[in-house]
């Protein structure tokens, strides 16, 4: 079963002070492309919210639009993915702890992105 690595867009994206908050947008969708390049038997799910909403999958990318807080939608992809290998990409300890209760690895952003 390949495991399911779930990435905290707007957490990886501020990572790095490059400019992201100009765009949003197309700071997703670098880190989108850059995740892409991976292909090593995952399955990748991006979780955007606010101004990078509207970002959209590629192959090997499933971009999922959080309708609200982009923590509380990680959470529910972790839960409904219960008995599988399941990574969370996040800095942010709080998600971190609500994830860990469902089973979830973390790891830090400089795993899919590293410092530029």
């Not at 990318?61 to 219960?82: F, K, T």
Request: proline share 5%; hydrophobic share 45%; glycine share 12%.
């Amino acid at each position: 079963m390949a495991t399911l690595l779930i990435v905290d867009a707007a957490n990886v994206v501020g990572s790095v002070p490059d400019g992201w908050w100009r765009d949003r947008r197309g700071a997703a969708e670098r880190l989108r492309d850059r995740l892409a390049l991976r292909g090593a038997g995952e399955e990748i799910v991006l979780v955007v919210e606010g101004a990078a909403r509207g970002v959209a999958s590629v192959p090997g990318v499933r971009v999922d639009a959080a309708p609200g807080s982009g923590d509380d939608r990680i959470v529910e992809l972790v839960a409904a993915a219960a008995g599988r290998p399941c990574v969370v990409v996040t800095a942010d300890r709080g998600l971190r702890e609500r994830v860990r209760a469902y089973g979830a690895e973390c790891a830090g952003p400089r795993t899919v992105r590293p410092a530029e």
